[in-house]
Protein backbone atom coordinates (compact mmCIF):
# COMPACT_ATOMS: atom_id res chain seq x y z
CA UNK A 1 0.00 0.00 0.00
CA UNK A 2 2.39 2.33 0.93
CA UNK A 3 4.54 1.36 -2.45
CA UNK A 4 1.97 2.42 -4.52
CA UNK A 5 0.39 5.68 -2.40
CA UNK A 6 4.40 7.07 -3.37
CA UNK A 7 4.07 6.14 -6.80
CA UNK A 8 0.65 7.24 -7.27
CA UNK A 9 1.22 11.33 -5.21
CA UNK A 10 4.31 12.40 -6.46
CA UNK A 11 2.94 15.96 -5.02
CA UNK A 12 0.78 14.92 -2.02
CA UNK A 13 1.85 16.58 1.27
CA UNK A 14 1.81 13.38 2.99
CA UNK A 15 4.05 11.36 0.56
CA UNK A 16 7.65 12.51 2.42
CA UNK A 17 6.06 10.73 5.10
CA UNK A 18 5.00 7.82 3.56
CA UNK A 19 8.28 7.45 2.01
CA UNK A 20 10.03 7.19 5.39
CA UNK A 21 6.83 4.86 6.79
CA UNK A 22 7.84 2.29 3.43
CA UNK A 23 12.21 2.50 4.35
CA UNK A 24 10.71 1.46 8.17
CA UNK A 25 8.69 -1.00 7.06
CA UNK A 26 11.81 -2.41 4.91
CA UNK A 27 13.99 -2.51 8.16
CA UNK A 28 11.09 -4.88 9.88
CA UNK A 29 11.45 -7.17 7.00
CA UNK A 30 15.44 -6.43 7.32
CA UNK A 31 15.30 -5.17 3.50
CA UNK A 32 17.46 -3.01 3.88
CA UNK A 33 18.92 -2.56 0.86
CA UNK A 34 15.24 -1.30 -0.29
CA UNK A 35 15.11 0.88 2.92
CA UNK A 36 18.52 2.54 1.94
CA UNK A 37 17.27 3.52 -1.20
CA UNK A 38 13.86 5.12 0.18
CA UNK A 39 15.93 6.59 2.60
CA UNK A 40 18.18 8.24 0.37
CA UNK A 41 15.24 9.61 -1.89
CA UNK A 42 13.37 11.30 1.06
CA UNK A 43 16.69 12.92 2.33
CA UNK A 44 17.80 13.98 -1.13
CA UNK A 45 14.66 15.26 -2.68
CA UNK A 46 12.20 16.64 0.67
CA UNK A 47 15.01 18.27 2.42
CA UNK A 48 12.65 20.11 4.42
CA UNK A 49 10.66 17.41 5.35
CA UNK A 50 9.80 16.78 9.12
CA UNK A 51 10.83 13.28 8.17
CA UNK A 52 14.13 14.25 7.05
CA UNK A 53 16.23 13.96 9.99
CA UNK A 54 15.23 11.07 11.37
CA UNK A 55 15.56 9.49 7.34
CA UNK A 56 19.27 10.83 7.84
CA UNK A 57 19.99 8.80 10.93
CA UNK A 58 17.74 5.83 9.44
CA UNK A 59 19.97 5.24 6.59
CA UNK A 60 23.09 5.30 8.82
CA UNK A 61 21.05 2.58 10.61
CA UNK A 62 20.45 0.58 7.74
CA UNK A 63 23.67 0.90 5.53
CA UNK A 64 25.22 -0.76 9.50
CA UNK A 65 23.08 -3.16 8.70
CA UNK A 66 24.95 -4.45 5.52
CA UNK A 67 28.23 -4.69 6.71
CA UNK A 68 29.77 -8.02 6.92
CA UNK A 69 31.69 -9.42 10.43
CA UNK A 70 34.55 -7.77 11.97
CA UNK A 71 37.28 -10.08 9.64
CA UNK A 72 35.49 -8.66 6.53
CA UNK A 73 35.84 -5.86 4.33
CA UNK A 74 34.16 -2.45 5.94
CA UNK A 75 33.02 -0.73 3.36
CA UNK A 76 29.67 -0.51 4.57
CA UNK A 77 30.83 0.55 8.37
CA UNK A 78 32.77 3.53 7.20
CA UNK A 79 29.32 4.45 4.87
CA UNK A 80 27.48 4.14 7.99
CA UNK A 81 30.08 6.38 9.89
CA UNK A 82 29.95 9.05 7.83
CA UNK A 83 26.28 9.04 7.00
CA UNK A 84 26.26 9.42 10.95
CA UNK A 85 28.49 11.79 11.01
CA UNK A 86 26.78 13.89 8.61
CA UNK A 87 23.33 13.54 9.91
CA UNK A 88 24.88 15.42 13.35
CA UNK A 89 26.65 18.27 11.35
CA UNK A 90 22.98 18.70 9.08
CA UNK A 91 20.22 18.15 12.16
CA UNK A 92 21.95 19.46 15.24
CA UNK A 93 19.36 19.32 18.05
CA UNK A 94 17.58 16.61 16.64
CA UNK A 95 16.03 13.90 18.83
CA UNK A 96 18.17 10.86 17.59
CA UNK A 97 21.53 13.06 17.91
CA UNK A 98 22.75 11.31 21.00
CA UNK A 99 21.75 8.06 19.62
CA UNK A 100 23.74 8.82 16.39
CA UNK A 101 26.80 9.81 18.88
CA UNK A 102 26.93 6.81 20.67
CA UNK A 103 26.65 4.72 17.46
CA UNK A 104 29.85 6.93 15.72
CA UNK A 105 31.52 5.92 18.99
CA UNK A 106 30.64 2.51 18.64
CA UNK A 107 31.70 1.77 15.07
CA UNK A 108 35.00 3.74 15.31
CA UNK A 109 35.76 1.37 18.52
CA UNK A 110 35.10 -1.59 15.95
CA UNK A 111 37.16 0.17 12.84
CA UNK A 112 39.94 0.41 15.51
CA UNK A 113 39.99 -2.99 17.07
CA UNK A 114 40.25 -3.82 13.03
CA UNK A 115 43.44 -2.30 12.85
CA UNK A 116 44.58 -3.67 16.17
CA UNK A 117 43.64 -6.75 15.08
CA UNK A 118 45.94 -6.74 11.81
CA UNK A 119 48.76 -4.86 13.27
CA UNK A 120 48.87 -8.43 16.22
CA UNK A 121 48.52 -10.35 12.37
CA UNK A 122 52.17 -8.82 11.72
CA UNK A 123 53.55 -9.32 14.80
CA UNK A 124 52.71 -12.96 14.94
CA UNK A 125 54.36 -13.27 11.35
CA UNK A 126 57.22 -11.46 12.65
CA UNK A 127 56.51 -8.44 10.43
CA UNK A 128 57.08 -5.43 13.13
CA UNK A 129 57.12 -2.77 10.48
CA UNK A 130 53.64 -3.34 8.18
CA UNK A 131 52.30 -4.09 12.11
CA UNK A 132 53.54 -0.50 13.13
CA UNK A 133 51.75 1.12 10.54
CA UNK A 134 48.29 -0.42 12.09
CA UNK A 135 48.82 0.68 15.22
CA UNK A 136 49.96 4.00 14.31
CA UNK A 137 47.08 4.53 12.38
CA UNK A 138 44.81 3.56 15.58
CA UNK A 139 46.67 6.11 17.41
CA UNK A 140 46.44 8.96 15.05
CA UNK A 141 42.61 8.34 13.41
CA UNK A 142 41.27 6.53 16.69
CA UNK A 143 43.05 7.90 19.64
CA UNK A 144 39.13 8.29 21.66
CA UNK A 145 38.62 5.03 21.11
CA UNK A 146 39.69 1.91 23.64
CA UNK A 147 41.56 0.28 21.04
CA UNK A 148 44.35 3.00 21.53
CA UNK A 149 45.53 1.30 24.50
CA UNK A 150 45.85 -2.21 22.62
CA UNK A 151 47.70 -0.13 19.73
CA UNK A 152 50.24 1.44 22.46
CA UNK A 153 51.07 -2.53 23.67
CA UNK A 154 51.37 -2.86 20.12
CA UNK A 155 54.17 -0.52 19.33
CA UNK A 156 55.69 -1.31 22.42
CA UNK A 157 56.58 -4.69 20.91
CA UNK A 158 57.01 -3.76 17.59
CA UNK A 159 60.01 -1.56 19.30
CA UNK A 160 60.87 -5.46 21.08
CA UNK A 161 60.84 -7.56 17.47
CA UNK A 162 62.99 -4.73 16.15
CA UNK A 163 65.92 -5.11 19.05
CA UNK A 164 65.00 -1.30 20.65
CA UNK A 165 64.62 -3.47 24.23
CA UNK A 166 64.87 0.14 25.81
CA UNK A 167 61.95 1.78 24.20
CA UNK A 168 59.58 -1.34 24.64
CA UNK A 169 60.43 -1.40 27.98
CA UNK A 170 59.46 2.16 28.66
CA UNK A 171 56.38 2.09 26.20
CA UNK A 172 55.40 -0.74 28.43
CA UNK A 173 55.88 0.65 31.55
CA UNK A 174 53.68 3.64 30.56
CA UNK A 175 50.86 0.83 29.56
CA UNK A 176 50.86 -0.74 33.28
CA UNK A 177 50.71 2.62 34.02
CA UNK A 178 48.37 3.78 31.93
CA UNK A 179 45.65 0.64 32.91
CA UNK A 180 46.64 -0.66 36.33
CA UNK A 181 44.70 -3.88 37.76
CA UNK A 182 43.44 -4.32 33.90
CA UNK A 183 44.38 -7.41 31.35
CA UNK A 184 46.83 -5.42 29.41
CA UNK A 185 48.25 -4.20 32.38
CA UNK A 186 49.34 -7.70 33.12
CA UNK A 187 50.08 -8.42 29.41
CA UNK A 188 52.48 -5.05 29.62
CA UNK A 189 53.82 -6.08 32.75
CA UNK A 190 54.44 -9.93 31.50
CA UNK A 191 56.33 -8.79 28.30
CA UNK A 192 58.55 -5.72 29.89
CA UNK A 193 59.40 -8.61 32.79
CA UNK A 194 60.41 -10.80 29.66
CA UNK A 195 62.96 -8.11 27.88
CA UNK A 196 64.17 -6.90 31.36
CA UNK A 197 65.36 -10.42 31.99
CA UNK A 198 66.66 -10.49 28.14
CA UNK A 199 67.91 -7.29 29.01
CA UNK A 200 69.97 -8.64 31.73
Known amino acids: MLKSYVANNGGSRFVDEAIYRLGMSYIGAKEYPSAQVEFERLV ?11 ASYRLGEVLFDQTRGKDFDQEYTHKALEQWQDYLVSYPGHWLNATAQRRVAEVRARLASKLADAG ?23 ADTPGVAEARFGLAMC ?22 GGELARRAASERAR ?4 SG
Open 120 to 142: HLYLKLKLPGPARVYFRRVVNEY
Open 195 to 198: LERR
Open 159 to 180: DAQQGRRAAAIEQLRQVEADHP
Open 44 to 54: RDYPESDSAGS
